[in-house]
């Protein structure tokens, strides 16, 4: 399974970012897609993840500012990212896995490449 993420950039405080990664290969081995963020000297951590059945996870710090989709017919999962903040400043990595839980527990079998989010204040 390959991973290609898109759409990070830089950004005023406040503004708004869409991320995308787009899932090739043997799809049929995934289940669940999201993403994860790691910034300077911090560990990665879990931002969003979904399911196949629509269920969902976020990280406290982005809940009622990020929104995850998926579209299963198209292998893809968007981040809509709103309200941004400095501190949501870090390299976004899509993810992938069969299992859910193994997706949001920080394990999942396939990462992307990183797609730099940058907030100014």
């Known amino acids: 399974v390959q991973l290609q993420a898109s759409g990070g950039g830089l950004v005023q405080a406040g503004g708004s970012l869409r991320l995308s990664c787009v899932a090739s290969?043997?799809?049929?081995?995934?289940?669940?897609m999201g993403w994860y963020r790691q910034a300077p000297g911090e560990q990665r951590e879990l931002v969003a993840a979904?399911?196949?059945?629509?269920?969902?996870k976020y990280a406290d710090s982005v809940k009622g500012r990020f929104t995850i989709s998926g579209d299963n017919a198209k292998n893809t999962v968007l981040l809509e990212m709103s309200s941004l903040k400095p501190e949501d400043t870090a390299v976004y990595y899509c993810?992938?896995?069969?299992?859910?839980?193994?997706?949001?527990?920080?394990?999942?079998?396939?990462w992307g490449q990183g797609t730099q989010v940058t907030v100014s204040s």
């Open positions: 290969g043997n799809i049929f081995t995934i289940n669940a």
């Open positions: 979904i399911g196949i059945g629509g269920n969902s």
């Open positions: 993810a992938a896995d069969f299992s859910f839980g193994r997706l949001t527990s920080g394990s999942p079998d396939y």
